[in-house]
């Protein structure tokens, strides 16, 4: 693939189920006027094309299947393309999982990765109340720990020791906004 030349800016979030990475995206969005361009996206538009339920199980399958078929950059691909061609001058990815997610986006020169911390038992609390997935409102405890375990999951402590940007969303809303203007104010620098 190659390298653009871009002025964008590109974040690129990585942190646990429900540690606060869409809430991040939304706020961007919001304030900022990003547009947000999810690695989930092409998994859920498959799997509603197959008419199957949009859980984390499925999605995890889905994303191993096709990065196993057609390679492990497939969504680095899909993604950096979305990226290169909007017109958008901030981009916000809230779903960094894998080291291959990065393949090519890592090049632009205004790309970011941005650590999320958060405790997992206010993640799982959160996982709760939002119901992104279909499974989400009925999970238990032990569910979310599994979730935690799946193949997509597992390689995120590792991508997000490389960040070189942190925010901890261990407070409230506004305490997380606060550190993510700060960040802005030092990335637009």
């Avoid at 919001?30 to 989930?40: D, G, L, M, P």
């Avoid at 492990?72 to 061609?85: A, C, G, M, N």
Wanted: with cysteine.
């Amino acid at each position: 693939m190659p390298k653009r030349k871009t002025a964008k800016i590109v974040l690129g979030i990585v942190g646990e189920i429900a540690a606060g990475k869409d809430t991040a995206a939304a706020y961007l969005k919001k304030k900022y006027k990003s547009q947000t361009v999810s690695f989930s996206q092409p998994l859920r538009d498959i799997l509603d094309r197959l008419y199957l339920p949009q859980t984390r199980a499925n999605m995890a399958n889905l994303g191993i299947s096709l990065r196993g078929t057609f390679g492990q950059d497939l969504l680095s691909k899909v993604i950096y393309e979305e990226v290169t061609r909007s017109p958008a001058k901030i981009l916000v990815l809230p779903n960094v999982r894998l080291e291959s997610d990065l393949i090519y986006l890592k090049h632009l020169p205004g790309f970011r990765l941005i650590r999320i911390d958060c405790d997992i038992k206010t993640c799982f609390v959160r996982l709760k109340k939002r119901r992104q997935n279909n499974d989400d409102r009925t999970k238990t405890w032990k569910q979310f720990i599994n979730d935690l375990k799946l193949p997509t999951e597992t390689p995120i402590r590792l991508l997000a020791k490389k960040a070189k940007l942190k925010l901890d969303n261990n407070g409230t809303k506004q305490e997380l906004f606060k550190q993510i203007d700060e960040l802005m104010k030092n990335i637009k620098k």
